[in-house]
């Protein structure tokens, strides 16, 4: 069973662009998570999405959003993107919920010049 | 609102000393309880979990033991080894609630040959 794919793996940007990275959860979950990991932060909450509405929030600005397809599959838009948008950015998925044990992809490291 | 406190790291022990990382947790009601372990260039994988009050969680010689009298779920490992070398996360949620996990800082883990 494959597991949370997440592209590209690695990315660079300038600011003041805009960036998508993709999530493909494992087969048959239909919930999926998004996390922002920093040094100085840890693990910050983004949103989740399930059944292709936003059912959680975190608190981040405006900026980042997200939608999600009918087969599941996520993306994660950055507008306007800022040195401190420097982070490796994490999909899960779960079957039901962001209540529930999550599976991990291994991120896109994002890199702000 | 629920929260979730680690030990700060780095914790650094030599190869077959026992470890412990603290984590202890403020929540209404009875959370279930989580270890989660990111190796190097990878992303979260789930390491145990607890569901209820006194429920042991144990997985690859890790065990930790939900203690609702003191907040507390504290991972044990009886003789680590360099390939424990890690970030581990403890994290909460409510099973019944459309709430999203929450996560603790994380807590590093490097383990000396």
């Known amino acids: 069973k494959a597991g949370v794919t997440q592209t590209p793996r690695y990315l660079i940007k300038t600011r003041g662009q805009q960036v998508t990275l993709s999530c493909s959860p494992i087969?048959?979950?239909?919930?999926v998570s998004w996390y922002q990991q920093t040094p100085g932060q840890g693990l910050q909450f983004l949103f989740e999405y399930f059944s292709e509405t936003q059912r959680n929030k975190g608190n981040f600005p405006g900026r980042f959003s997200g939608r999600q397809f009918s087969n599941s599959r996520s993306e994660m838009n950055v507008s306007t993107l800022e040195l401190g948008d420097s982070a490796l950015y994490l999909c899960?998925?779960?079957?039901?919920?962001?209540?529930?044990?999550?599976?991990f992809g291994d991120g896109t490291r994002l890199s702000i010049l | 609102g629920d929260s979730v406190t680690q030990m700060e790291g780095p914790v650094t022990l030599s190869e077959e000393a026992f470890l412990t990382i603290n984590c202890t947790y403020t929540?209404?009601?009875?959370?279930?309880l989580f270890w989660y372990v990111q190796y190097p260039g990878e992303g979260l994988q789930l390491l145990l979990k607890a569901t209820k009050a006194d429920d042991k969680g144990s997985n690859k010689g890790f065990e930790a033991t939900y203690r609702k009298e003191t907040t507390s779920f504290h991972l044990e490992k009886g003789s680590v080894q360099v390939s424990d070398s890690a970030v581990y996360f403890c994290a909460l949620s409510h099973r019944n609630r459309d709430d999203k996990i929450i996560f603790g800082k994380g807590t590093r883990l490097h383990i000396l040959p």
């Open positions: 899960a998925s779960s079957l039901t919920g962001s209540n529930q044990p999550q599976h």
């Open positions: 929540a209404t009601g009875y959370p279930s």
């Open positions: 087969s048959g979950h239909r919930s």
